[in-house]
């Protein structure tokens, strides 16, 4: 019998309960990217950790959807082809769909059974399109690191304003140092108080052996109105202040 896939909640920039710091954050990571891309050039960008379940999927989501948010065209590879979790994010939003293609995606891609248009997903909620992993191969090094990748990565570099790669840890596999030499520059997520500092220099070592540039990093499940940077009140104030200032735009 296979095996039962969970769907995970995606921590979505519309949702309602999602803080006002998160969506900023997520704003200015545009804004520096943007400002990146305009002086580098830099639109194909790997988003890895150290360890597994740092949040990266979920930060790879909500980047890709900031970027097409500002007018972008974007899309979105998983590039896990061993433990994949992108469709227990996404799977919910148009599941009939997601079934169809989750059997193709990038490794059927990869392996010659099918083409980019029949493989990815145009996910119209959420204004990006997706390209599932696709069955998980015996071989996913090997794949990633063949012709058909690079050609697929021309393709796309063609049709799309950014690439995001949602690969897996840096730190556990060399997958996501194979992945990076198609890319501009990786974004490395760490976990508050969780992700270890060992694991972190391991991770940011293993990058640059790979000779992949580290474009910056990201700081997940930090809450800033607990921190003793920014005070409650102080945060307070900032969110009034912001909202008064759109008023009526």
């Not at 769907?7 to 704003?27: M, P």
């Not at 050039?41 to 500002?70: M, Y």
């Not at 969780?194 to 997940?220: C, D, Q, R």
Request: aromatic letters at 8%.
């Amino acid at each position: 019998m296979g095996k039962v896939r969970k769907h995970i909640r995606l921590n979505s920039l519309s949702g309602e309960e999602t803080s006002f710091a998160y969506v900023e954050a997520f704003k200015t990571l545009r804004t520096n990217l943007e400002f990146l891309s305009s002086e580098t050039d830099c639109k194909k960008i790997v988003v890895t950790s150290p360890l597994a379940e740092e949040g990266k999927t979920n930060v790879s989501i909500n980047l890709a959807v900031t970027l097409a948010d500002a007018g972008k065209k974007v899309i979105l590879l998983d590039c896990d082809l061993r433990r994949s979790i992108l469709e227990d994010y996404l799977s919910s939003e148009d599941k009939n769909k997601w079934n169809k293609q989750f059997t193709k995606g990038l490794s059927g891609i990869l392996c010659g059974k099918f083409n980019l248009a029949e493989s990815s997903i145009e996910m119209k909620n959420l204004g990006i399109t997706v390209l599932p992993s696709g069955k998980h191969p015996p071989n996913p090094s090997e794949l990633l690191a063949s012709k058909k990748m690079g050609q697929l990565i021309q393709e796309l570099d063609e049709i799309y304003d950014y690439i995001i790669f949602d690969a897996p840890p840096i730190s556990l596999v060399t997958d996501a140092a194979v992945i990076g030499k198609y890319a501009d520059g990786a974004l490395l997520v760490v976990r508050y108080k969780s992700t270890p500092v060992v694991m972190i220099k391991k991770a940011m070592e293993n990058l640059n052996n790979a000779g992949i540039k580290v474009i910056g990093s990201i700081l997940n499940a930090f809450d800033i109105k607990k921190s003793n940077i920014y005070g409650k009140k102080y945060y307070g104030y900032y969110r009034y202040a912001y909202k008064k200032e759109g008023e009526g735009l």
